[in-house]
T-cell receptor, first 113, second 113 residues
């Protein structure tokens, strides 16, 4: 397994602003992922972040709205830009520990007012 | 496109009774299959996984799941539930590597005393 931390754990932000979420893992991993969990809903993959290359975004998610950085093998950030109330969600990062097996961070609960 | 169906949104079980949560998937190749549990205010915890081999897999907390290729199913079972098992359960499918996970909508498990 892996120990994954996220900062902040929660935040309340005003519409039109941006928030950067950090994800730190205690071991080097190749693949990191970002997911969104809207209130009362399941998880949806936002993008895959492979160190040394551009993030790959899923349909419905764009880089201008959700820019991602992956500067090294233990860290990644997700920015939620120009926020609206519809962006209120839990954002989770995950890492692939072995092929196909993902472990998740505790999540960042974002409320946009 | 891959998909996961969890047909039961809510299930209520008496403490000590047996449990089966249903999961059906659609995937173009041999899938990696997972069950995760999310307790209130908690992150996602991996219960068990299936990659290949024995179709009956054992997980943590006394859970097991059976992969049935002919039925495209991966149902989760527990012989005797405990009050602490009350949570949201998610079935997920993926292909490994850069392939993120596709989650079902989840099943909310309620334990009656």
């Amino acid at each position: 397994s892996a120990v994954i931390s996220q900062k902040p754990s929660r935040d309340i932000c005003q519409r039109g602003t941006s928030l950067t979420i950090q994800c730190q893992v205690d071991s080097q991993v190749t693949m990191m992922f970002w997911y969104r969990q809207q209130p009362g809903q399941s998880l949806t993959l936002i993008a895959t972040a492979n160190q040394g290359s551009e993030a790959t975004y899923e349909s419905g998610f764009v880089i201008d709205k959700f820019p991602i950085s992956r500067p090294n093998l233990t860290f990644s950030t997700l920015t939620v830009s120009n926020m609206s109330p519809e962006d209120s969600s839990i954002y989770l990062c995950s890492v692939e520990v072995s092929v196909g097996e993902q472990y998740f961070g505790p999540g960042t609960r974002l409320t946009v007012t | 496109a891959q998909s996961v169906t969890q047909p039961d949104i809510h299930i209520t079980v008496s403490e000590g009774a047996s449990l089966e949560l249903r999961c059906n998937y659609s995937y173009g190749a041999t899938p990696y299959l997972f069950w995760y549990v999310q307790s209130p205010g908690q992150g996602l915890q991996l219960l068990l996984k299936y990659f290949s081999g024995d179709t009956l897999v054992q997980g943590i907390k006394g859970f097991e799941a059976e992969f049935k290729r002919s039925q495209s199913s991966f149902n989760l079972r527990k012989p005797s539930v405990h009050w602490s098992d009350a949570a949201e359960y998610f079935c997920a499918v993926g292909g490994g590597g850069a392939d993120g996970l596709t989650f079902g909508k989840g099943t909310h498990l309620i334990i009656q005393p």
